[in-house]
C-alpha cells in the first residue's frame, strides 16, 4: 500500500552499490539519495546502479539556503537547486527536498520574498523535469540554520498560496508528528503533501537529538500516518533515522527492523479500509523498545546541499 524508501542519510559509511544492494534485499520500493554520494559516482552511473537493483529514486536531498545563512548569494543558491533538479531529471527521482535557509539578518517578510522568488525561477525548470519541489519546514530548536519556517501552519499557507502543483511539502514527522496543530492541518496536509519522512524521537526535537528508527521514540508516526492516508494522502514514506540508535544496532538491523514496522503499518491500513474504519490507532510492535535521544556525532553534522 505504501512505497518505502530509506534515504542514504541512514548509511553514511556505505557506499552506493552496498546501499542499493542491501536495500534492495530487505524488500523496500526505493532509495532517497544524498547528493553528495550521487556526486562521488556520476548520475549516469548511480541511475543504473539503482535501477538495476530494482529500485526507485524517492527524492534528491537537498536544495535551498535562498536567504544566503550559509553564506552563498540567492543566485548561487538557485543555480545549485538547478542542479539538483537536474540531477533528480537523471536518476527518475520523483522530489528534490527543498530548504529554505535561516532568516539570518532578513526582516521575515523580505525571506519570505526571497523564498518565493526561488520557487517563482525554479518551478518552471522542475515541472519540465517532471520534478516536485518538496519544501521542508523545520520546528525551531532543530533548524540550525536550514529553515526560518518553523511552523507548520505558515508552510501550508507559503504552498497554498504559491498555488503550483510543482510545489509541495516535505512533512517530516520526526520534527512535527507530536505537534498539536498537526491534527487541524492533516486535511490540508493530505493534499499537498509530496513525501513524508519518518523518525523517531524521545523528548523535544532539537539540534543535538538522535533520529531514532521507528518504534524507538515516543512519536505516533503509525497514528499520524494512518490519518494522513485517511485523509487522502497517497505519497510514499521515507524512512531516514540517524545518529547514535542507528550506529549501535547495525545499518542492517536497522534495515530489518524498518521492514517489519512498514509490513505491520501498511497491514494494519488495509485491515482498517476493509473494516471501513479510520485512521490507525497506534500501536507500537512489542519487540521494539525506546532506547532514549543520545547525541552522536552523525546527528550534529551540518550537511551541505552538495
Do not use: N
Amino acid at each position: 500500500m505504501f512505497e518505502i524508501a530509506i534515504s542514504q542519510m541512514m548509511t553514511p559509511r556505505w557506499e552506493l552499490a552496498r546501499e542499493v544492494d542491501q536495500v534492495a534485499r530487505h524488500g523496500f520500493d526505493a532509495i532517497s539519495v544524498w547528493r553528495p554520494k550521487v556526486s562521488d559516482v556520476g548520475v549516469d552511473e548511480a541511475a543504473a546502479k539503482i535501477a538495476s537493483a530494482g529500485l526507485r529514486v524517492a527524492s534528491v536531498q537537498w536544495a535551498g539556503g535562498f536567504t544566503g545563512g550559509d553564506g552563498r548569494s540567492f543566485d548561487d543558491s538557485v543555480a545549485d537547486a538547478l542542479e539538483a533538479i537536474e540531477m533528480a531529471e537523471g536518476l527518475g527521482a520523483a522530489t528534490v527536498v527543498v530548504h529554505s535557509g535561516c532568516r539570518g539578518g532578513h526582516t521575515g517578510s523580505h525571506a519570505r520574498r526571497l523564498l518565493g522568488q526561488a520557487l517563482e525561477v525554479l518551478a518552471p525548470s522542475a515541472r519540465r523535469a517532471g520534478v516536485v519541489l518538496a519544501f521542508e519546514p523545520m520546528q525551531p530548536a532543530a533548524a540550525t540554520g536550514c529553515s526560518f519556517i518553523v511552523r507548520l501552519a505558515e508552510a501550508v499557507d507559503v504552498i497554498e498560496q504559491f498555488d503550483d502543483p510543482c510545489v509541495r511539502l516535505t512533512l517530516d514527522l520526526w520534527h512535527w508528528a507530536d505537534d498539536p496543530v498537526i491534527q487541524e492541518l492533516l486535511p490540508r496536509l493530505a493534499r499537498l503533501t509530496a513525501s513524508v519522512q519518518v523518525a523517531d524521537r524521545v523528548g523535544p526535537a532539537s539540534a543535538t537529538g538522535d533520529r531514532l528508527p521507528a518504534g524507538h521514540g515516543r512519536l505516533p508516526l503509525e497514528q499520524v500516518v494512518g490519518e494522513l492516508v485517511a485523509h487522502g494522502y497517497d505519497g510514499g514514506l521515507e524512512f531516514d533515522p540517524v545518529g547514535e540508535t542507528v550506529e549501535i544496532l547495525g545499518y542492517d538491523g536497522v534495515l530489518a527492523e524498518t521492514r517489519i514496522v512498514a509490513a505491520s503499518w501498511a497491514a494494519s491500513r488495509a485491515t482498517a479500509v476493509a473494516e471501513g474504519v479510520g485512521p490507525l490507532s497506534l500501536r507500537r510492535p512489542a519487540h521494539f523498545r525506546a532506547v532514549g535521544s543520545r547525541r552522536s556525532q552523525a546527528s550534529s553534522q551540518t550537511v551541505s546541499p552538495g
